[in-house]
């Protein structure tokens, strides 16, 4: 929920506060056009996580009541992909709502990203790091998230800030998916620096578990959604798509896509929540698997898992909540030549939410993963 100052609260986690709340909400507001909410979760974010100046500080991760009993920042790490989701409302709704304010504070938070989240790795050029601390733990190695680059976010601040380093980051997500995917499967998280390679989380390896497994899940999904909703003609989608082959055919052999996979293509868990379909219809429709796509969204695929479907009567989810409320968004009212954003175009529902709000219920079913230091 979002209160009344603008803080988006996760009352499913202690009541916390994340960038990445913070970011969505902006963003979701400007494609509302509410500007009265977009701005009381900007001043908020930037009172609560930016030490009161998103032009000088990057947010941090995590808000919310210490161990003291105090509401204040839990963990002053960053999240890199909240601070480009925050650049990109920003820089958008100066264009949106003509406020110059809006674009200049934007364009400031995306250069210090520029300055503190991204590095040269080898294989890959310039990339995004998905924080300032924590993800080049050694020389030789940079752990890095997928999920972190939005084509279209990318190719949007290219264009507003063309001396910045946004063309080489969105190039580096070809060679990171091409080599760091899992038999065809976008995965949650890839090292590289001696190659590039699907990884444990940056916190599994922080602990020594050899054990751990890379997977492919709730960071994951965000990439097939990223790719299905940026416009085809966006500089190396069509290449990116082409390196994740392995979910559309397994929704096509299945008819829903899996939670969680491993580096080797196996399916671990293959119960996903309703937000994992709302993710796919795009990525689907952009691959050409239009069938498929309307399986997921449209009226056949809905009334399925809304209480007829054997999947949802076998997964024991014949619940009211399981049933994605229809939320259309498009006109293209976000669209800027031949570059189409998230909001332009796009056909989405309150599930999407889900994968970017990990609804409570499938929780339980996630593999427990630690994002910052």
Same mark, same amino acid.
């Given at each position: 929920?979002?209160?009344?100052?603008?803080?988006?609260?996760?009352?499913?986690?202690?009541?916390?506060?994340?960038?990445?709340?913070?970011?969505?909400?902006?963003?979701?507001?400007?494609?509302?056009?509410?500007?009265?909410?977009?701005?009381?979760?900007?001043?908020?974010?930037?009172?609560?996580?930016?030490?009161?100046? =998103? *032009?000088?500080?990057? +947010?941090?991760?995590? !808000? &919310?009541?210490?161990? %003291?009993?105090?509401?204040?920042? #839990?963990?002053?790490?960053?999240?890199?992909?909240?601070?480009?989701?925050?650049?990109?409302?920003?820089?958008?709704?100066?264009?949106?709502?003509?406020?110059?304010?809006?674009?200049?504070?934007?364009?400031?938070?995306?250069?210090?990203?520029?300055?503190?989240?991204?590095?040269?790795?080898?294989?890959?050029?310039?990339?995004?790091?998905?924080?300032?601390?924590?993800?080049?733990?050694?020389?030789?190695?940079?752990?890095?998230?997928?999920?972190?680059?939005?084509?279209?976010?990318?190719?949007? =601040? *290219?264009?507003?800030? +063309?001396?910045?380093? !946004? &063309?080489?980051?969105? %190039?580096?997500?070809?060679?990171? #998916?091409?080599?760091?995917?899992?038999?065809?499967?976008?995965?949650?998280?890839?090292?590289?620096?001696?190659?590039?390679?699907?990884?444990?989380?940056?916190?599994?390896?922080?602990?020594?578990?050899?054990?751990?497994?890379?997977?492919?899940?709730?960071?994951?999904?965000?990439?097939?959604?990223?790719?299905?909703?940026?416009?085809?003609?966006?500089?190396?989608?069509?290449?990116?798509?082409?390196?994740?082959?392995?979910?559309?055919?397994?929704?096509?052999?299945?008819?829903?896509?899996?939670? =969680?996979?491993?580096?080797?293509?196996?399916?671990?868990?293959?119960?996903?929540?309703?937000?994992?379909?709302?993710?796919?219809?795009?990525?689907?429709?952009?691959?050409?698997?239009?069938?498929?796509?309307?399986?997921?969204?449209?009226?056949?695929?809905?009334?399925?898992?809304?209480?007829?479907?054997?999947?949802?009567?076998?997964?024991?989810?014949?619940?009211?909540?399981?049933?994605?409320?229809?939320?259309?968004?498009?006109?293209?009212?976000?669209?800027?030549?031949?570059?189409?954003?998230?909001?332009?175009?796009?056909?989405?529902?309150?599930?999407?939410?889900?994968?970017?709000?990990?609804?409570?219920?499938?929780?339980?079913?996630?593999?427990?993963?630690?994002?910052?230091?």
């Amino acid at each position: 929920m979002i209160d009344d100052q603008g803080r988006v609260i996760d009352h499913s986690a202690q009541d916390h506060s994340t960038s990445e709340g913070q970011s969505y909400g902006l963003f979701f507001s400007l494609v509302a056009n509410d500007r009265n909410r977009f701005d009381r979760i900007l001043h908020w974010t930037e009172i609560n996580l930016a030490q009161g100046d =998103l *032009s000088q500080h990057l +947010p941090v991760w995590l !808000w &919310g009541r210490g161990p %003291d009993g105090q509401w204040k920042a #839990l963990d002053r790490n960053s999240a890199a992909d909240s601070d480009l989701w925050i650049a990109y409302s920003l820089i958008e709704a100066g264009r949106l709502w003509h406020e110059p304010r809006y674009s200049r504070l934007g364009l400031s938070l995306a250069a210090q990203v520029a300055r503190q989240e991204t590095a040269q790795v080898p294989g890959l050029g310039t990339t995004l790091l998905p924080g300032i601390y924590g993800f080049h733990p050694d020389e030789q190695t940079w752990v890095l998230n997928p999920s972190y680059l939005p084509p279209f976010v990318l190719a949007r =601040l *290219s264009t507003a800030a +063309p001396s910045g380093p !946004w &063309g080489a980051v969105l %190039d580096s997500l070809g060679p990171m #998916l091409a080599q760091g995917s899992g038999a065809g499967y976008a995965m949650d998280w890839v090292v590289a620096g001696q190659g590039i390679h699907p990884s444990a989380t940056p916190a599994q390896r922080a602990a020594g578990d050899a054990g751990a497994m890379p997977i492919g899940g709730f960071e994951a999904i965000r990439v097939y959604l990223w790719l299905g909703i940026a416009d085809p003609e966006t500089r190396g989608v069509k290449a990116a798509l082409g390196h994740i082959p392995a979910m559309a055919d397994y929704i096509a052999i299945h008819g829903a896509p899996p939670q =969680l996979v491993d580096a080797q293509g196996k399916v671990v868990n293959q119960y996903a929540p309703a937000g994992f379909f709302a993710a796919a219809a795009p990525y689907l429709r952009a691959v050409g698997r239009e069938a498929e796509a309307k399986a997921q969204l449209g009226s056949a695929g809905h009334d399925a898992r809304c209480g007829n479907g054997s999947l949802w009567k076998e997964w024991g989810l014949l619940r009211s909540e399981s049933c994605p409320l229809r939320y259309g968004m498009g006109g293209g009212a976000f669209s800027s030549g031949s570059e189409r954003d998230a909001a332009g175009e796009m056909e989405v529902n309150i599930a999407v939410f889900l994968v970017i709000g990990e609804p409570v219920n499938t929780r339980k079913n996630r593999q427990k993963t630690v994002k910052r230091r």
